[in-house]
């Protein structure tokens, strides 16, 4: 089983520039996530899809950030403008149903290692 | 705000020790909790995960969970020096709230 997708891996762009982030979730996972991940810290949660439909955006800058799912499957992320507290790994996940018991094991791409100059 | 503490490093155990690792968590509606093993640039890969009180093993893993406590550990015995990474806790109320994790050092 092909486990998520990500691209790019590596990311370098200048202050106030755009960037757009690429995942591709395991099949038949209906739940993707969206996480930031700072040196140092543990991954903190972004956006989350149930299908094509947003349940929690809650720590989404969204004056600067926009996360879509419209087909239910891909998805993608875009900061702009960066700033340079944007330096940090964006992580995709994904899990079957995040409605599935409460159990809802979170399964992760590489990531992809943005660095804003 | 949703918080999971985990005990602070650098963890560094002898080849073929046991590591102890902890974790305690705010939110009594946390359902069920995960282990994350992150490698150095890498991303988290799921290694255990509990959802009863009580004790699960799985090979040298063994994870403890106490609901009452809102605590959860992780035992990994027979330390090897591939087990060195950090390991983040997670605790999930439909969504995950993560811990800063422990760094692990297992010397040969």
């Known amino acids: 089983e092909a486990g998520v997708a990500q691209s790019p891996r590596y990311k370098i762009i200048e202050k106030r520039q755009s960037v757009a982030f690429w995942c591709n979730p395991i099949s038949g996972h209906a739940t993707l996530y969206w996480y930031q991940q700072i040196l140092g810290q543990g991954p903190k949660l972004l956006i989350q899809?149930?299908?094509?439909?947003?349940?929690?955006d809650s720590q989404l800058p969204k004056d600067r950030f926009s996360a879509e799912r419209l087909k239910g499957v891909d998805s993608t992320l875009k900061i702009q403008p960066a700033k340079l507290e944007d330096s940090a790994v964006y992580l995709c996940a994904s899990s079957l149903d995040r409605l599935a018991g409460g159990h809802n094991e979170q399964f992760f791409g590489p990531g992809t290692r943005l660095t804003v100059l | 705000q949703k918080e999971v503490e985990q005990n602070s490093g650098p963890l560094s155990v002898p080849e073929g020790a046991i590591a102890s690792l902890n974790c305690t968590y705010s939110?009594?509606?946390?359902?069920?909790f995960f282990w994350y093993r992150q490698y150095s640039g890498k991303s988290p890969e799921l290694i255990m995960s509990i959802y009863s009180n009580g004790d699960k093993e799985d090979g040298r893993f063994t994870a403890q969970l106490n609901k009452a406590s809102q605590y959860v550990s992780l035992l990994i015995r027979d330390s090897q020096p591939s087990d060195s990474a950090t390991y983040l806790c997670?605790?999930?109320?439909?969504?995950?709230?993560f811990g800063a994790g422990t760094t692990v050092t297992v010397r040969a």
């Open positions: 899809f149930q299908n094509n439909g947003v349940v929690d």
């Open positions: 939110d009594r509606g946390s359902q069920s």
């Open positions: 997670a605790a999930n109320d439909y969504k995950l709230s």
